[in-house]
């Protein structure tokens, strides 16, 4: 009665957990057609003129409306490839302080770039392109709108875009379709954050590009660990996060500042961690939504926990839109790097349970849904019994896991034991 489960049980498994993931894939696809939608007319009303339309009009995000007004007084729309600087860029690049950290984590990045579809580049200080990589057929679409080295992506030469955004404001920045200035720029989504060195000088920016259609939130979340990793690297190994604040959210939850635990709300908590998975941040209304949902509750009871959340923390937290404006160290969010890079193993270690178990707050719950399908999707596509064993125990339920896992085990494996009484009590439960 123990025993592994026939093939064919493991095979329908997989067969659902594929269902599951095209499902949501599919409505991705819808939301990310609808938002390409409503952001082409926002365009179409505000870049073409000069002067904002009436006041009725769809708004834009305040920072994308502000760098259209900013960059359309230099950049013409139907511009369709980035002006190319003068001069050596190889010899430019060879004497930057970011050669040696990028070199360093040049497979890395290879391997983001050719197993997902983008295209990476690295700025100087100025927005001019001096290292990127990608795969063939992304590269040369790259290529036909300047974005390689050489290319000059400042506001004032490309218009609205990630690194441009990035640049001006010092913080990540992600562009999507027609938040672009430039219309050859509506087929991309890119994600973008600056690098500084150990003083706080901006040294240049690290920017994720694809088409929009592969619009990602694990994008954001990739660029700041490799944005993250560089700083390290130019610091000699220290990471630069938010006041030493880390945060344990996954199969739990726990905050500590400079390694000494801080003792929070729940619902401070929440916010907290809906903030670090949202590098982007929230408007004051979507942030509203998420953790209260549709319990009457003023915008002064928001404002007042964000403001404790900010004392207890040391962290910034930009006002006009929510958003940590210096990343939190934060396990969920390693986990999702690890597996926007294909890093099945790390991602499974980092996976100590639900995201925030027993919290019904509305964003944490889609937030949890997701990292779920991420980890489980991850572990029945690889080939490692080690994974689905590590994660059968923090998912005892999961009777696709343990079958997963009886499937792959040698007959032989004594290990077969745990995996069978694990789906014999899934099973009964």
Request: with cysteine; aromatic share 4%; charged share 25%.
């Amino acid at each position: 009665m123990c025993g592994p489960a026939p093939d064919t049980a493991g095979t329908h498994g997989a067969d659902r957990a594929a269902t599951g993931e095209m499902r949501m894939r599919s409505g991705q696809d819808s939301a990310l057609l609808r938002r390409r939608a409503a952001l082409e007319r926002q365009w179409a009303r505000w870049v073409p003129e000069r002067e904002a339309p009436e006041s009725d009009a769809a708004q834009p995000r305040p920072d994308v409306a502000q760098s259209w007004v900013r960059s359309r007084a230099f950049v013409d729309p139907a511009t369709d490839c980035a002006p190319a600087v003068a001069g050596d860029v190889a010899s430019t690049w060879a004497d930057s302080p970011l050669f040696g950290p990028i070199a360093e984590l040049s497979d890395q990045l290879h391997s983001i770039t050719h197993d997902a579809g983008f295209v990476a580049a690295v700025t100087d200080e100025a927005g001019t392109i001096l290292w990127s990589d990608g795969g063939q057929v992304m590269r040369r679409r790259a290529e036909r709108v300047g974005f390689a080295p050489g290319g000059r992506w400042d506001e004032n030469h490309m218009g609205t875009n990630a690194l441009s955004l990035a640049l001006h404001t010092g913080r990540p920045s992600s562009v999507f379709s027609a938040e672009h200035l430039v219309e050859a720029l509506h087929g991309w989504v890119c994600y973008c954050a600056p690098i500084r060195a150990a003083d706080g000088r901006q040294l240049g920016v690290l920017d994720l590009s694809t088409t929009w259609d592969r619009s990602h939130p694990l994008a954001m979340s990739t660029v700041l660990s490799l944005t993250a990793a560089v700083e390290a690297k130019l610091q000699g190994g220290v990471t630069n996060t938010a006041a030493g604040v880390r945060l344990e959210c996954l199969g739990g939850a726990g905050l500590t500042r400079g390694g000494r635990p801080l003792r929070l709300r729940r619902r401070l908590l929440e916010i907290l961690t809906l903030l670090a998975l949202e590098p982007d941040g929230y408007t004051p209304e979507r942030l509203q939504l998420a953790v209260y949902g549709d319990r009457p509750t003023g915008s002064s009871t928001l404002k007042a926990d964000v403001s404790h959340l900010r004392r207890a923390t040391g962290g910034d937290i930009s006002n006009r839109v929510y958003r940590l404006t210096t990343p939190v160290s934060c396990d969920a969010t390693d986990m999702l790097a690890a597996l926007a890079t294909g890093d099945t193993a790390t991602a499974v270690r980092l996976y100590r349970g639900p995201l925030l178990p027993g919290s019904q707050t509305p964003g944490i719950v889609e937030w949890r849904e997701h990292l779920e399908v991420g980890i489980r999707t991850a572990v029945l596509s690889a080939g490692e019994a080690e994974y689905a064993l590590d994660y059968g125990a923090k998912a005892p339920g999961d009777i696709e896991i343990h079958e997963h896992a009886l499937r792959l085990l040698p007959a032989r494996d004594a290990r077969r034991a745990v995996a069978a009484a694990r789906l014999h009590s899934a099973l009964r439960s």
